[in-house]
């Protein structure tokens, strides 16, 4: 009898079931991220999760839920993927870590190369030509908002020191990633110990006044950026911003158009722009990486989630060989010697060449697009709900979002499951056996790209009752 089957038995000789037992342990001594700790055990309950299967998520009640978040945007090809399952198991009887500085191994080379092949690279301009390992998004943004501000030092220009991020924007939430982002409630306590941040205002295609569609938005959008960068570019390294879709700010989307301005605009103030693919790169908008949808290349790519198609933590920064030249000196002190523990791990490596061989041997962007058009048909119906101001979509994002009520996120930002009314669509959405975090008054489907028509007409119907349920209606029992 294993460890986990003997405490099972004694808790239910005890009269206590195993997933109330391993909540009751976990509030001893876990500190959960995202939440107001005092919500647990009643409010919001942990789901005890045994494994994962595909699409699903197995609890140690045997109660299955679909996972319709990704797991926080992390899971690509399903849970338990058996091919990079074993790409981790055989690396692991191999090599489970040695140190990048002054080291290198078959993964970390492998990964590099292949990451530099498929990233957008427009005629005309300078392809990514160099890759920085990290840990995580947040890590990444660190060494991507390093980098920009580092290399303009190095080259004289010591006075290029904020960076230009868009309202409602999210990068993650160590200092220099929360710096850049535009979210109260994440950035407003931390806010004395922050950079100083630009913040252009949004291209979000739901701010558009009535008569004017999302590419004129997008201008108008540029337009403003424009001014700001005429009037203080000069002080200017980088501009960050999620291409396509401000996912943490609520899957708020916006027209390509804006991204081939902002292309042009980095280009005359002579900026580095930063495209932050953490959530939205591998395949999640429709394209490999979401610039490729407006034909640009940014200079510094930040990667993660999707990576190791949510197996392993894992971050890249890919970079353009102008940059990575304007390191190369005698001095150490213009070196750039930001450096994690477990950069370039061999296991996470591994297990993102496995995801890239997925995407290969199984046309993954090709079925992609098939399910993504399955999605807009069962998001249709929402349209005319009396309770649902928009849907929007991009590739397989859907966001439909509820009227806006008296509860919802503090500073009417999208916060994860803020409010009563997101509360009581999570916990409908959980009874049916759904996994849905709202945020704010969006709920969002974001599903592993092996997701079913079955698990998708249930997530269909899920979100309904979902919907009903924060507008006080009836509850699953």
């Known amino acids: ?104 191994h078959e993964p970390a080379v492998m990964l590099a190369e292949r990451l530099l092949a498929i990233a957008p690279r427009p005629p005309g301009r300078a392809p990514l030509s160099k890759v920085f390992f990290a840990d995580n998004g947040s890590a990444g943004v660190e060494v991507a908002l390093k980098m920009a501000f580092h290399w303009f030092r190095n080259g004289g220009q010591p006075q290029r020191t904020k960076f230009v991020a868009l309202e409602n ?92 301005r902002v292309r042009e605009l980095c280009d005359a103030h002579r900026i580095f722009l930063i495209a932050d693919e953490i959530a939205v790169g591998f395949g999640r908008t429709g394209t490999m990486f979401a610039c490729e949808q407006a034909g640009i ?71 992609n697009r098939t399910t993504a058009a399955k999605m807009s048909e069962r998001a249709a119906s929402f349209r005319t709900h009396p309770n649902v101001v928009d849907v929007r979509q991009t590739g397989m994002i859907v966001a439909i979002e509820m009227a806006p009520g008296a509860d919802a996120g503090v500073d009417g930002t999208a916060v994860e499951i803020a409010g009563g009314r997101g509360l009581r669509a999570y916990r409908e959405a959980v009874a049916r056996g759904v996994l849905l975090r709202p945020l704010g008054d969006v709920l969002y489907w974001f599903p592993p790209y092996c997701i079913g028509d079955d698990a998708l007409d249930l997530l269909a119907a899920t979100t309904r009752h979902a919907i009903d349920a924060a507008f006080g209606g009836p509850t699953c029992a």
Not at 19 to 33: G, I, M, N, T
Not at 175 to 186: H, M, N, Q
Not at 325 to 354: I, K, M, Q, V, W
Request: proline share 6%; glycine share 8%; aromatic share 6%.
């Open 1 to 104: 009898m294993n460890r986990h089957d003997h405490d099972a038995a004694i808790l239910a000789g005890a009269g206590e079931s195993p997933a109330d037992a391993w909540r009751r342990r976990d509030l001893d001594v876990v500190w959960h991220p995202c939440t107001q700790m005092r919500e647990h055990p009643h409010a919001l309950p942990l789901l005890p999760i045994a494994r994962g299967e595909r699409e699903w998520l197995v609890g140690m009640d045997g109660r299955r839920y679909l996972d319709a978040v990704s797991s926080w945007w992390t899971c690509t090809h399903g849970h338990a993927e058996p091919r990079i399952a074993e790409a981790i198991a055989t690396q692991a009887r191999t090599l489970e870590h040695v140190i990048l500085a002054g080291c290198t």
């Open 297 to 367: 290349a940014p200079d510094l790519m930040c990667l993660s989630k999707g990576l190791t198609g949510g197996s392993l933590p894992l971050a890249a920064v890919l970079a353009t060989q102008r940059i990575y030249d304007g390191f190369l000196d005698d001095s150490r002190e213009r070196a750039f010697l930001h450096s994690h523990s477990y950069t370039g791990n061999p296991l996470g490596c591994a297990a993102a060449l496995a995801s890239l061989g997925i995407f290969e041997s199984d046309d993954v962007l090709a079925r």
């Open 169 to 260: 924007s999210y990068h993650g939430e160590t200092l220099g990633a929360l710096a850049v982002g535009d979210i109260p409630l994440y950035r407003r306590v931390y806010a004395p110990l922050l950079a100083e941040a630009l913040f252009a205002p949004s291209p979000d295609a739901v701010l558009a006044p009535p008569g004017e569609s999302a590419e004129q938005r997008a201008h108008r959008a540029a337009d403003a950026l424009a001014a700001l960068l005429a009037a203080q570019g000069d002080t200017v390294c980088a501009l960050i911003l999620e291409p396509l879709v401000q996912c943490a700010g609520g899957m708020r989307m916006h027209h390509p158009a804006y991204l081939r």
